[in-house]
């Protein structure tokens, strides 16, 4: 089945320790999201890609950097984790920019800073 | 800016009853509001979702009204069953390819 995958699920990393998380996708889909989702929380976009144009949320600190190498993979990098960091990381795509079409959702990383 | 509000972020309902969630978005060009489904644990999924050109969709027990001038839209779920115990998003998009989330809704049905 076609679908959105993160890796890994679980992810603890130590305090101010540069930690990678991933996303792929098999939908072929132009546009990948990365959200951060905090315990009984709304999720909150930090970035987004068009193909290869990177747009990042004003408020997206400085810390979360994300790379497109290709139409299927998307990272997201935390240079140096605090502890208000830890949260679920959701991945999404969707098919393109048309505000009407669906957000597919990864089952999303935890990550725990220790 | 941007803004979505949802209420409320509690909800109990008798399982059979009917379950209403409410939101209320700011910008009157948005044009396209989808619901997503969060059980504990997982992805967001969505269930539903309306265009800013229709009023009412249902989807078997599920249905979401839009009313545009009033700027706000509502998810209906009749005869509700424990599998309906998930936390419950409501989205909003501005005209782009981003959405902008309310805050959520815990809703448990009690057996």
């Known amino acids: 089945d076609a679908m959105v995958i993160q890796n890994p699920r679980y992810q603890v990393t130590q305090f101010g320790k540069p930690v990678t998380l991933s996303c792929s996708q098999t939908?072929?889909?132009?546009?990948m999201y990365w959200y951060q989702q905090k315990s009984s929380q709304a999720p909150k976009l930090l970035f987004h890609y068009y193909d290869k144009d990177f747009n990042n949320e004003a408020d997206t600190p400085d810390n979360f950097q994300s790379r497109r190498p290709n139409t299927s993979f998307c990272f997201l990098d935390i240079r140096s984790p605090g502890l208000g960091d830890a949260a679920m990381y959701l991945c999404?795509?969707?098919?393109?920019?048309?505000?009407?079409?669906?957000?597919?959702f990864g089952p999303g990383t935890r990550l725990t800073v220790l | 800016g941007e803004n979505v509000e949802q209420h409320p972020s509690t909800l109990s309902v008798q399982e059979g009853d009917s379950a209403v969630i409410k939101c209320t978005y700011s910008d009157s060009a948005s044009n396209y509001f989808p619901w997503y489904k969060q059980e504990l644990g997982k992805r967001p999924q969505l269930i539903i979702d309306i265009r800013s050109n229709v009023g009412e969709k249902k989807d078997q027990r599920i249905a979401v009204t839009l009313n545009k001038t009033a700027k706000h839209f509502s998810l209906h779920i009749t005869e509700t069953q424990p599998e309906d115990s998930a936390v419950y998003f409501c989205?909003?998009?501005?005209?782009?390819?981003?959405?902008?989330f309310g805050t959520g809704t815990r809703l448990t049905i009690i057996p």
């Open positions: 939908l072929n889909h132009n546009v």
């Open positions: 999404a795509t969707s098919r393109d920019r048309k505000p009407d079409n669906e957000q597919f």
């Open positions: 989205a909003a998009s501005f005209g782009n390819e981003k959405l902008t």
